[in-house]
């Protein structure tokens, strides 16, 4: 049983470049979100999607897209990466989106 | 000001012994709050829901204080295996589905 699952679990980028980190989850929720996490600062909302062809922004956005590509996928993109996103980043899902968060492994980047 | 607030520890625990740590929030408009467990350098799992006055999960229990705005968690009988970060995080019911974490207070439990 797979859960949630992200790619890569590590990653190290130049600023300026670009990257898309992926997501999928097995368990048939229609939420789907992104966090990051820095110390001392707690996870903070990247994105959300409550259900499979919406999108919103959540607390911390900028620099970042998403896409919903289906029930299954989120993916979020980095367009042109700067030293402050280097981050642990977490994929999460639940039913609902009153319901539990299931967090996938996260993948930690680092820019340079 | 942060809206959830959690003192980081570490709170060292001797293993039998009990420790217990708090949560302050500051959005009134919360509903519904969460324990989740984080180990180290792995993903939050979820502890135990507080939706109410509190609940109790075998040696864990989470109490609620609407008026001061805190929910705490206590472990009993702490085991090895209860080291970990333990996040506090609430929703609040403007904020559709948006968990607002706490940085987390970190328990290390000796033998």
């Known amino acids: 049983n797979a859960g949630v699952t992200q790619t890569p679990k590590f990653q190290v980028l130049k600023t300026g470049q670009s990257m898309t980190l992926q997501c999928a989850q097995d368990?048939?929720?229609?939420?789907m979100y992104w966090y990051r996490q820095d110390p001392g600062m707690g996870l903070r909302l990247i994105y959300y999607s409550a259900s499979e062809g919406t999108t919103d922004k959540g607390e911390v956005p900028n620099g970042y897209n998403v896409s919903r590509l289906n029930k299954r996928e989120f993916s979020l993109r980095l367009e042109s990466a700067a030293p402050s996103q280097t981050s642990v980043y977490f994929c999460?899902?639940?039913?609902?989106?009153?319901?539990?968060?299931?967090f996938g492994p996260g993948t930690r980047l680092t820019v340079t | 000001r942060k809206e959830v607030e959690q003192d980081p520890g570490p709170f060292n625990v001797p293993e039998g012994a009990t420790v217990a740590f708090n949560c302050t929030y500051s959005n009134s408009a919360s509903q519904s709050f969460f324990w989740y467990r984080q180990d180290c350098r792995k993903e939050p799992k979820l502890l135990m829901s507080v939706y109410s006055s509190g609940n109790e999960d075998g040696r864990f229990t989470a109490q609620l204080n609407r008026a001061s705005q805190y929910i705490s968690l206590l472990i009993r009988d702490s085991k090895l295996s209860d080291s970990a970060t333990y996040l506090c995080?609430?929703?609040?019911?403007?904020?559709?589905?948006?968990?607002?974490f706490g940085a987390g207070t970190q328990v290390v439990v000796t033998p």
């Open positions: 368990m048939n929720h229609n939420s």
């Open positions: 999460a899902s639940s039913e609902a989106p009153l319901g539990e968060q299931y």
């Open positions: 995080v609430n929703l609040a019911t403007d904020s559709w589905g948006k968990l607002q």
